[in-house]
């Protein structure tokens, strides 16, 4: 009997070896970084703060902020540009060409889901920052930044869908589900939320110049503002914010239109964030390209039907409409539109670009025409690091000082108010264009070629409301077409408590 | 073989029945022979174990045998396919013994996790192959070998070198865990079995039900496959060389059009249905060579197997030393495979109750991998371009946007190099004759390294490789990656088992506790402009532009306790219960512990006294069992809240790295669980001759793990949630038939049918919401997996025949069709009725690729010294999604020669393939083609040469065979192969970019020393 109790202690032993160790079920994530982990980080508010700037980069054909789908949506909706590409391609843009819309759009989903990731991240973001012992003004510095742009993708949301989910802190999971996350705000509700947002931002945003470059201004949420404020028709508060950033002195005109798209100055004038450049996404170059929009050069560049290394897919094609907007000597037709040649006669030298960039005549391009403020050179400026050309860092300039003095104009045009010329010929005569006068029309119609390709023209003619007059011959039905459908496989997620916009 | 048989079951037998102690007792030589208690003839290689020790021998040829043994102690004969005889010394030293032949499969002795049991003691549904079966079958994974030989198992294999078959136990068992059954080899948990040398295995024991698996607990679900591999056996060194060479080539492809076939398709259907020109010109054609790419991609492939086995032993060891070398050089260019096996597997035993094993094995292998989409680029290339001329390449980018497939193989090289070292040390102790206490350790090292080499080349300019320049496939720099991964598993296990007979109650009890862990470690870099010398390929060589770094990891650990009570009363009436408690890192430490119980109950009917008298059966035995067992394959992190980190952005013109917490988890995951009920009848009739199993099962899976959507404003970066929110079925029956008879005049044969059906379907998804999944080209989701439907099922309009006349066409749902295009059921709409459009809601559940029916047909002929074996595999009811013909990428892509040929012109109008047409068709049923298919696996014919004429080269046996694997395959489906191994449950049966199947001839020799 003592071999029994031997070899029973022995087992016994091991058996409590094996189970003892109760840290041995206890095992973290390999390699990855806990949410607890990560709040540790005494930097924890201010490294999620730049988490948000990241989602300006949100692009391709995936969930989109202001990227190459949000372009799309806007510029083919708009009698700027046709669909480009080849005709078979990409039917989802196709539907925006000619108003066949469906709620199956994937697009919207994108550009639904790119917004709210980002906006999710944003809410998080807000939380945690309030959470955290910064020094107030730092603090409220980086709120601001980030309601900034919590403010502008809601400003997106509610121009495209109209009223959407009201989302503006962090749900318990439990709460994600309830009607106050899974159904529709109201327009004014969520346009509350935007001047809220874009408030905060002006009353606590830096200068630019005191802040680093890339960071949010005060400009920046007051020309944002403002322009929230004409779509609001109130003129006078539209006329002050503005009024405010050009009295600031911290902005001035590119002299030559064609270097504002540019990446480097010329003679200090233009390139990235140029003396006109209130708010633009910042690319680089990172090792794993991540740093850029994707797609939103390239998605746009010139397409090939063989025979020479093309630059893109040909989307976006600047329509034959805009090309004939343009006044005699413009100098913004040649630096918004890239020509393409025909094919005769025989041994054209094709379209030389600014940079001598040749790209054959028409026989060896699928589309007549590009938008050429999405271009980057391949010859002059910054390589994406590998073959891929989806990388190419493209800042995308989203708020010019252009713009600001056309909002100032219009607004003061409203409220009877002599600006309103000074401010259009401002504009005009950079683009070697004569006197003329402030009038809503004249102002209106220099909005269209002064931002013409920079994705702002349909929400521009829905504000204006004539939207169905110049859009009715591509298919625009009025009392639908002002927004876009509701995705979908988002009415069918929140088990039908958002509604469909009338007409889907 | 049978030899080995044998000494795997004196082992077993060995290590379970009671030690006796002995006492100092008078030692003397008892000898004689051994034979067949029919046939009388002497019965070679009998295993001849003094019980109670570890003291054996086995007969010569003569059936001879001589031991020294205590003049009191008895002796145990067994010998495989006879009944094991226990004969009393009592002095004498001549002892001629008569061995009965039993069935084979009730004596049979079945491996079922952390033991063995008699088949007949078994109260769950467990098969098994031998070895011999499985290493018949020149194919490199022993899991292909058993495809059609199992009830119920089905095995999708592929042609391709390397390539890991994929194995389903009654059903698909999950939907988004891990889909693959356990493989434990020697007690080492392991999930890939490639390494296994099938000339080393014994057998492979299938556990198919929940009272057999629940043994291996959260593991379970999917099935387990036991592996056991040879020991040596007491005696004199046995060398064994068993080698084939062959050579293997595609079957079953696809034929494409030729260039005019492919002019005149594309050319009519931009004339009279698209822009009006032609889109293939004559002299497109008159310039271009006549291309076909498949021919042009594949290559007749040399491939040989040889292994060697040195195994023997003395009375207190055994040794089994084997080496294999295979290689395989597939069927497509460029590609290759070799691996090398070593295996030593020993045992010593220290004294009579004491005993140490060693079980060790290492593979290497070295492929080199073909990116699978050559075929898909050779489907869609157009003809006229030719491949290859000289040193440049046809320019297909140009032709139609599709990628050089022959360039694609000769620029890039895609090697791997897998080391693996696998093991089980284990020490047995027998300290009381009731008291069997084992320590075992495994351990499973696998070390794989990755290197890719794309070649850099030009469509232009001097290092131009193409005839006509330009086009858009180019590769500016040369780039090189560098994949490091290391993989670190061990597992302890410790048991106990207690045995007790006494009169007719038998019990055996088995305590357990086992610690388990795996580590994963990955390192990648890449790097851009290495240059193309093969030694420089070192990320030390290229370009710090662009390069990059990566290291990940990966760890789990689990800690389990196990039980087993086996109780039999006369051998009639059986009982098994099992209960595991497993605690597993993978979960949240408050559902950490899932507990996994399961009884079993068998009545063996033939041991009941009223049986006695009859003589139809021979067997007859009915069980039937419960059991629970959960699935934990879900990656480690998926319940933490993970911070995405270096998200970047540019301030001051540098970068910033930010963070965010975009990803939700479900804070609560746990395992799937599955609770299974099985019946189960066995029996044998006329003499044993006719053997057979029927089962009949009924398996639920709960809380099954799938990604739901969630709503986009929760702001999840992929919309996606990893959660339990899913329930389904399996049920089926399963039959399993087996004849054996000897004519005479040394004529035996053996026929072995086995069939299965079973029955898949979603009851319960997370409030409805239907998964889908299975993306083709622009058609879009081709599956979708909703309640009522088997997991997978194809979703897709109902093609109606062809529309003939405007009439037709004014009348149907599709105003803007022409005669001669596919017409589609309009089944419903908005309004959940038709509505006079063809869109997405017309599409409908159109079947799945899971079989409803699996089957195979094995058999055996001996005539005197020639052997004859052939085996074979079918299944019935699944459904195969053609998609490489689906997914028309460019307008101008290639077709195939039944569509050019058949296509509806108004004078073909009798047809079922719709007009030309250049534009890319909805999903729907016209892709969709029966799966169903039966083919012949193996067919094999061997001579052994006469004993006499051997004996004089000192040679024991010596054997010659011709072999052909999958010499025809009979299917109603136009693809590659209806056999199609997929990413998911939820996409299964989506043909495009297979490797085709292949057929090999091979010739080979066993020899033994």
């Not at chain 2, 003839?41 to 031991?67: A, F, R």
Request: contains cysteine; glycine residues 10%; hydrophobic residues 35%.
């Amino acid at each position: 009997m003592i071999n029994i109790k031997r070899y029973l202690i022995i087992f016994t032993v091991l058996v409590t070896i094996m189970s003892c160790s109760k840290d041995f079920l206890d095992v973290d994530p390999q390699g990855q970084l806990t949410e607890i982990q990560a709040l540790s980080d005494p930097n924890a508010a201010e490294k999620l703060v730049g988490g948000v700037y990241n989602t300006l980069y949100f692009g391709e054909f995936g969930n989109t902020t202001v990227g190459f789908l949000y372009a799309l949506a806007n510029d083919i909706a708009s009698d700027d540009a046709d669909k480009g590409s080849t005709p078979s391609d990409y039917p989802d843009a196709a539907q925006l060409d000619n108003f066949t819309l469906t709620a199956g759009n994937g697009i919207f989903n994108n550009l639904w889901n790119g917004h709210y990731t980002a906006i999710a991240r944003a809410n998080r973001s807000i939380d945690i920052l309030e959470q955290s012992t910064f020094e107030e003004s730092v603090k409220n510095r980086l709120l601001g930044e980030v309601r900034f742009l919590r403010g502008l993708y809601y400003f997106n949301l509610v121009r495209f869908f109209g009223g959407v989910p009201k989302v503006i802190r962090v749900p318990d999971p439990a709460e994600g589900n309830s009607d106050e996350f899974q159904t529709r705000a109201t327009a004014e509700e969520i346009y509350q939320v935007v001047l809220e947002d874009l408030q905060f931002a002006v009353d606590n945003l830096p200068l630019k110049g005191a802040t680093p470059v890339g960071r949010a201004t005060k400009g920046a949420a007051q020309s944002y503002l403002a322009k929230v404020y004409l779509y609001r028709k109130d003129f006078q508060k539209a006329y002050d914010l503005s009024r405010d950033v050009i009295n600031s002195g911290q902005y001035s005109l590119v002299p030559d239109y064609a270097l504002i798209f540019r990446e480097n100055p010329v003679n200090g004038a233009g390139g990235n964030n140029n003396s006109e450049s209130v708010f633009e996404v910042q690319t680089g170059i990172n090792v794993g390209e991540t740093a850029v929009s994707k797609l939103y050069s390239n998605g746009q560049g010139p397409r090939g039907r063989g025979g020479w290394n093309d630059l893109g897919f040909g989307f976006n094609s600047p329509s034959q409409d805009l090309a004939n907007a343009y006044e005699a000597d413009d100098t913004r037709k040649n630096a918004t539109i890239i020509f393409i040649t025909p094919t005769l006669p025989a041994n054209s030298p094709g379209t030389v670009l600014w940079d001598g960039y040749r790209i054959p005549s028409k026989d060896s391009v699928e589309n007549d025409r590009y938008n050429y403020k999405a271009y980057h050179s391949p010859l002059l400026e910054s390589p994406q690091l590998t073959n891929n050309k989806d990388t190419k860092p493209k800042n995308i300039r989203l708020m010019r000082y252009a713009e600001v003095l056309l909002i100032n104009a219009e607004a003061a045009a409203n409220l009877g108010l002599g600006d309103a010329t000074t401010n259009l010929n401002l504009v005009r005569s950079r683009a070697n264009l004569p006197a003329s006068v402030g009038t809503i029309d004249n102002i209106w119609k220099e909005r269209r070629v002064e931002l013409a390709m920079e994705h702002d023209r349909f929400f521009d003619l829905v504000r204006q409301g004539r939207a169905s007059t110049v859009l009715g011959p591509k298919g625009f039905v009025a009392g639908r077409n002002e927004v876009f459908p509701i995705p979908q496989s988002q009415i069918d997620l929140s088990g039908n408590r958002l509604t469909q916009n009338p007409g889907y | 073989m049978k030899r080995l048989s044998t000494f795997i079951t004196s082992v077993v037998l060995l290590l379970t029945l009671s030690v006796h102690v002995l006492f100092a007792q008078e030692t003397i030589t008892v000898s004689g022979k051994v034979t067949d208690a029919a046939t009388k003839e002497s019965l070679i290689g009998v295993t001849v174990v003094v019980k109670g020790t570890t003291q054996g021998v086995t007969t010569n040829v003569d059936g001879l045998y001589s031991i020294k043994a205590p003049a009191n102690a008895t002796i145990t004969f067994s010998y495989l396919g006879y009944t094991t005889k226990d004969v009393p010394v009592n002095g004498a030293t001549t002892l001629n013994v008569q061995l009965e032949s039993s069935s084979e499969v009730l004596e049979q002795v079945v491996v079922v996790g952390y033991g063995t049991q008699r088949k007949k003691d078994v109260t769950g549904s467990v098969s098994q192959v031998k070895g011999e079966d499985i290493a018949r079958e020149p194919v490199l994974a022993a899991t292909q070998a058993i495809q059609g030989k199992v009830a119920g198992v089905q095995i999708i294999s592929s042609g391709a070198p390397n390539s890991a078959p994929t194995v389903r136990v009654r059903g698909t068992g999950t939907m988004l865990a891990g889909a693959n059954p356990l493989y434990v080899v020697d007690g080492v948990i392991t999930d890939d079995i490639r390494n296994i040398n099938s000339s080393d295995i014994v057998s492979m024991d299938i556990l198919k039900d929940a009272s057999a698996t629940a043994i291996y607990g959260m593991r379970a679900a999917n099935g387990v496959l036991l592996i056991t591999t040879k020991k040596g056996k007491s005696g004199e060194m046995v060398i064994e060389y068993n080698g084939t060479v062959g050579a293997k080539q595609a079957t079953h492809l696809v034929n494409m059009a030729g260039p005019n076939q492919y002019a005149g398709y594309i050319n009519e259907a931009n004339v009279f249905y698209g822009t009006g020109e032609e889109l293939i010109t004559p002299e497109q054609l008159a310039a271009g060579g006549n291309t076909d790419w498949y021919d042009d991609i594949l290559k007749t492939g040399f491939q040989q197997n040889h292994n060697i086995s040195f195994s023997g032993g003395g009375e207190k060891t055994t040794y089994f030393f084997s080496a294999g070398y295979l290689s395989d050089e597939g069927i497509i260019n460029t590609n290759n495979f070799e691996r090398l096996t070593l295996r030593s597997n020993n045992e010593y035993h220290i004294n009579d109750w004491l005993k140490i094993s060693g079980l060790a094995s290492y593979s290497r292998f070295d492929v080199r991998e073909v990116n699978l989409d050559a075929f898909n680029l050779s489907y869609r290339a157009a003809p006229y371009v030719p491949s290859k001329v000289g040193d440049l390449y046809g320019n297909t980018s140009l032709s139609n946007n599709v990628g050089n497939p022959l360039l694609n193989l000769e620029k890039n090289d895609d090697r791997g190099t897998g080391n693996k070292v696998q093991g089980t040390f284990a020490l047995d102790a027998n300290p009381l004759p009731w008291l069997t206490l084992r320590s075992s350790l495994g351990v499973d090292l696998d070390f794989y390294k990755n290197p890719i080499y794309g070649y850099r080349f030009a469509n232009t300019g001097p290092d131009n490789v193409f005839l006509t320049e330009g086009g858009n496939q180019l590769r500016t720099n040369s780039s090189y990656s560098l994949k490091d991964n290391t993989t670190n598993r061990w597992v302890w296990d410790n048991t106990a088992t207690f045995n007790r007979t006494s009169g007719d109650h038998n019990i055996s009890f088995l305590v357990g506790v086992t610690a388990e862990s795996y580590t994963f470690n990955s390192l990648t870099g890449t790097r851009l402009d290495v240059p193309e010398n093969r030694d420089q390929w070192y990320l030390a060589a290229g370009s710090p532009i662009g390069a990059t770094n990566d290291n990940t990891g990966d760890k789990a650990t689990r800690n389990s306790y196990i039980s087993r009570l086996n109780y039999s009363f006369a051998s009639r009436y059986l009982l098994t219960a099992t209960f595991r408690a497993d605690g597993t890192s993978r979960f949240p430490s408050e559902n950490r512990w899932g507990y996994f119980p399961s009884v079993g109950l068998g009545w063996n009917i033939i041991e009941e006294d009223f049986m006695k008298d009859q003589n139809t059966f021979t067997a007859l035995k009915i069980r039937a069992s419960y059991g629970q067992v959960g699935n934990d394959q879900i990656p480690t992190s998926t319940y933490f809240p993970i911070a995405a980190i270096n998200l970047p952005y540019f301030f001051d013109g540098s970068e910033y790295l930010g963070i965010s917490f975009n990803q939700l988890p479900d804070e609560n995951v746990q395992w799937e669980t599955t609770k299974e009920f099985d019946f189960g009848l066995e029996f044998g009739f006329i003499n044993n001759q006719l053997t057979g199993t029927v089962d009949y099962y009924d398996k639920k899976t709960e809380d099954a793990l799938i990604n739901i959507v969630i709503p986009g404003i929760l702001g999840d970066t992929d919309n996606l949630f990893t959660t339990n929110a899913s329930d389904f079925s399996n049920k089926g029956v399963e039959v399993g038939l087996n004849w054996i008879s000897d004519l005479g005049n040394g004529i035996k044969y053996s026929i072995g049918v086995n069939g299965a059906y079973n029955k898949n379907e979603i009851t319960g998804l997370n409030g409805g919401q239907a998964l889908f999944d299975g993306s083709v080209g622009t058609q879009g989701f081709v599956t979708k997996s909703d309640n009522g439907q088997p997991i997978g099922s194809f979703f897709v309009l109902q093609s109606d025949g062809i529309f003939q006349t405007a009439e037709e066409i004014a009348a149907s749902a599709q105003k803007t069709a022409k005669p001669g295009d596919l017409r589609y059921k309009d089944l419903s709409g908005p309004a959940g009725t038709p509505d006079g459009v063809i869109d997405a809601l017309d599409r409908d559940f159109s079947g799945s690729y899971q079989p409803k029916y699996t089957y195979g047909v094995n058999g055996t002929f001996n005539y005197k010294l020639f052997d004859f074996s052939v085996s074979s595999y079918g299944t019935a009811g699944g459904k195969v999604y053609n998609a490489k013909k689906a997914a028309r990428a460019d307008t101008r892509d290639n077709l195939e020669t039944e569509i050019a040929k058949n296509r509806w012109t108004p004078n073909n109008p009798q047809t079922d393939v719709p007009r030309a047409n250049l534009a890319p068709l909805p999903a729907s049923t016209y892709f969709l083609e029966k799966g169903d298919f039966f083919r012949i696996n193996n067919l094999t014919l061997g001579y052994t040469l006469p004993a006499s004429f051997l004996t004089k080269y000192k040679i024991s046996k010596l054997r010659a065979f011709v072999t052909a694997q999958n010499l025809a395959t009979i299917t109603p489906y136009s693809g590659f192969t209806p056999e199609i191994i997929s990413t998911s449950p939820l996409n299964g049966g989506i043909e495009a970019g297979i490797y085709p199947t292949t057929r090999t001839y091979a010739f080979g020799v066993n020899i033994g020393f």
